[in-house]
């Protein structure tokens, strides 16, 4: 594999999980409880063993933080809630980019 090509896959792989982490707070938005209900179905608590564990770890990694912000603001009212989580989103878009940014430059310097 070229470096190019791992350059290319290293930015999919990126842009996947922080895409996904940014719809599922879409989706908590949206769905509410629902989505909530969703994950915590992937979430095994008391996690004992190595293989519970790694399948929270995953789902954790995977859609953990629209569940963390909305968990988070479980306090306020639902109409606090949502506008909250709807504040939230575009602030998430900047962090993904500037993440995306920061993990992207030196890697093209090594790679290129």
């Not at 999980?17 to 994950?39: A, C, P, R």
């Not at 929270?56 to 479980?74: A, C, E, N, Q, V």
């Amino acid at each position: 594999m070229s470096p190019e090509e791992l350059l290319y896959w290293i930015q999919v792989m990126l842009f996947a999980v922080m895409s996904v982490q940014i719809v599922y707070t879409v989706l908590v938005l949206i769905l509410g409880d629902i989505m909530i209900e969703h994950i915590e179905l992937g979430i095994i608590r008391p996690a004992n063993n190595i293989f519970t564990k790694t399948v929270t770890i995953i789902t954790l990694s995977l859609f953990g933080l629209g569940y963390y912000l909305d968990g988070k603001s479980r306090k306020y009212s639902w109409i606090k809630r949502k506008l909250l989580l709807l504040l939230s989103i575009p602030i998430l878009i900047v962090i993904s980019v500037i993440i995306y940014q920061i993990i992207m430059f030196p890697l093209r310097k090594i790679l290129l």
